[in-house]
C-alpha cells in the first residue's frame, strides 16, 4: 500500500462496560473505496463516526493525512459525510443547498457559484439546479447531498448507510452511479453498510466488524472465496457449513469425516485438528438426476425440499441423510424456466473437493 490517507491506530469506544469498537486497527489508501460491513450494532457506525470527528475515542489515533486528528474538531478534518437521511434543506434550492456550506466558511461569490456548478455536474443535478427538495426524486435527493459533501472538496467522503432509504432497482443503480463517481472525483470513499451485496459491488476493500472487531479485511473477492471464519463465511452471501472432524493430512490434504456425508478428502494446506466447518458456496453445487459417475466428487443423495423461482436463478434446498440440507443455486439458462426439477424429486448433489473451503475459526 502506498502511504495511507487514514490509519486506524488501536482504536477503543467505550459506552460505560461496553465496547462499541474494541482495539481496532487498520490502513486506508487514498483513492480507496473502503467499505466497513457487518451486522447492526457491530461498532461500524461508530467507527465512522469517530473518523468524522462526531465521536470522542476512548483510547487510540485516527490518523488522516498524516496527522493526528482523534479529538480534532469535524469541522477541522478534510473529512466529509452523508448521512442516511441526505439531511437536505428543504427551503432551499438545489443549487442553494450544495452552494451552502461554501457560503458558511466566506468562500468568494463567484468561486461559490463556479464550484457548486462543478459538483452538480459531476452527480449529474445541473438542469434541476432550480428546484427544491420536494420536486425530486430519492434517488436524486440522494446526489444532492452527495454534491453538497463533494463541493468542500474533502480528502475523505464518508457515508453512512447513504442507499438504505431506496428501492431496490433505484439502490443498484445507484451503486453503480456511486462507484463511478468515486472513480471520477479521485477520492477516498469510506461507506457504512450491512447490505453484503452494496459492499461487494463497490468497494476495493471490505473490513467485515463483528462485536467491536475487524474479523477480517480483503478485496470482495478474497472475502468471498477465502473468508477467514465461520462468521465471515456465513455473513458474506449464501453459504453451506457442514460440521466435520479431522483425521489426517498429507501432501497438503486433509482426510475428513464429515457430517452426513462420511470421508472426504479435501485441499489445505494450514494446521487443522479436531473439529472443523466445510463450507462450500451454493453455485458451486451441482444437480443431477442420477449418481455421477466421476470418482472426483464429493456427493450428496437426497430429496428436494423446497425450490425458489427468482427468475434468472432458482435456490434449491436438498434434503440429505443426519438432517444434512443443501441449498443450490441454479442458474435459469433456458426459457422454460425454473430448476428443472420439483418437490420431492430424488437428487444427486455433487461438487469438487477444491470448492470446499476448510474453517477452522
Known amino acids: 500500500m502506498t502511504k495511507p490517507i487514514i490509519s486506524i491506530r488501536n482504536l477503543t469506544k467505550r459506552f460505560g462496560p461496553i465496547a462499541a469498537v474494541d482495539d481496532v486497527s487498520f490502513d486506508i489508501a487514498p483513492n480507496e473505496f473502503f467499505a466497513l460491513l457487518g451486522p447492526s450494532g457491530c461498532g461500524k457506525t461508530t467507527l465512522l463516526r469517530m473518523i468524522a470527528g462526531l465521536e470522542t475515542p476512548t483510547e487510540g489515533e485516527i490518523v488522516i493525512d498524516g496527522q493526528n486528528m482523534a479529538f480534532t474538531p469535524p469541522n477541522q478534518r478534510p473529512v466529509n459525510m452523508v448521512f442516511q437521511s441526505y439531511a437536505v434543506f428543504p427551503h432551499m434550492t438545489v443549487r442553494s443547498n450544495v452552494e451552502y456550506g461554501l457560503r458558511v466558511v466566506g468562500t468568494p461569490r463567484e468561486e461559490t457559484r463556479r464550484r457548486a456548478e462543478d459538483a452538480l455536474a459531476m452527480v449529474k443535478l445541473s438542469d434541476l439546479a432550480e428546484r427544491r427538495p420536494d420536486q425530486l426524486s430519492g434517488g436524486q435527493r440522494q446526489r444532492v447531498a452527495l454534491a453538497r459533501a463533494l463541493v468542500k472538496r474533502p480528502k475523505v467522503l464518508l457515508l453512512d448507510e447513504p442507499l438504505s432509504a431506496l428501492d431496490a ?11 463511478r463517481l468515486q472513480r471520477t472525483v479521485g477520492i477516498t470513499f469510506i461507506i457504512v453498510t450491512h447490505d453484503q451485496d452494496e459492499a461487494l459491488s463497490m468497494a476495493n476493500r ?3 466488524m463483528n462485536e467491536g472487531e475487524v474479523s477480517q479485511i480483503a478485496s470482495p ?8 471464519s465461520r462468521f465471515v463465511a456465513d455473513f458474506i452471501g449464501k453459504v453451506n ?3 466435520a472432524r479431522v483425521k489426517s493430512r498429507k501432501n497438503g490434504h486433509l482426510l475428513l469425516s464429515a457430517k452426513s456425508i462420511g470421508d472426504v478428502e479435501v485441499p489445505f494446506d494450514k494446521p487443522a485438528d479436531g473439529a472443523v466447518t466445510l463450507a462450500v458456496r451454493p453455485e458451486k453445487l451441482k444437480l443431477q438426476p442420477n449418481e455421477p459417475a466421476r470418482q472426483d466428487l464429493i456427493i450428496v443423495h437426497g430429496k428436494v425440499r423446497d425450490v425458489a423461482y427468482y427468475g434468472d436463478t432458482s435456490h434449491v434446498i436438498v434434503s440429505g441423510k443426519d438432517g444434512i440440507e443443501l441449498s443450490i443455486n441454479v442458474q435459469n439458462d433456458s426459457r422454460a424456466g425454473g430448476a428443472g426439477v420439483k418437490q420431492g424429486q430424488e437428487i444427486w448433489v455433487s461438487w469438487l473437493p477444491r470448492d470446499t473451503l476448510v474453517l477452522t475459526e
Open 169 to 179: 432497482k433505484l439502490r443498484e443503480q445507484m451503486q453503480i452511479e456511486l462507484t
Open 206 to 208: 471490505i473490513a467485515v
Open 241 to 243: 457449513l457442514i460440521e
Open 221 to 228: 473477492a478474497d472475502l468471498y472465496e477465502h473468508p477467514s
